[in-house]
């Protein structure tokens, strides 16, 4: 069974950070791009990261640009969300996601996703 597990959100004060983690089982997905996307309330679901299987290439929605690192283990297990300087703006639950590679593609909506997790609350009070 596929699953995507995420870990590590949590409240925290504006200015501080949080370290998430999603860790990948149920098949191999080393072939796989991996993503960040949040939904906070009332809103859709938006990107945040993704990192390529092969090139580990990144990318990051404007919104999170030199404040968040994606990054992922040499095992394609687990892969991580660094955020730094957090605003009360990125409270949201954040989701990873899984996507079969494609050379050179970064995946930037989640309709491009195969796979995804439950979720977890990240809260950024002032």
């Known amino acids: 069974q596929v699953q995507l597990v995420e870990s590590g959100g949590g409240l925290v004060q504006a200015g501080g950070s949080l370290r998430l983690s999603c860790v990948a089982s149920g098949r191999d997905f080393s072939n796989f791009d991996m993503g960040w996307f949040r939904q906070a309330p009332g809103k859709e679901r938006e990107f945040v990261s993704t990192?390529?299987?092969?090139?580990?290439?990144?990318s990051y929605a404007d919104s999170v640009k030199g404040r968040f690192t994606i990054s992922r283990d040499r095992d394609h297990v687990t892969v991580y969300l660094q955020m730094n300087s957090l605003k009360q703006e990125d409270t949201a639950v954040y989701y990873c996601?899984?996507?079969?590679?494609?050379?050179?593609?970064?995946?930037?909506?989640?309709?491009?996703?195969?796979?995804w997790g439950q979720g977890t609350q990240v809260t950024v009070s002032s």
């Open positions: 990192i390529n299987w092969s090139t580990s290439s990144t």
């Open positions: 996601e899984a996507a079969w590679g494609r050379p050179g593609a970064l995946f930037t909506t989640t309709a491009e996703y195969d796979y």
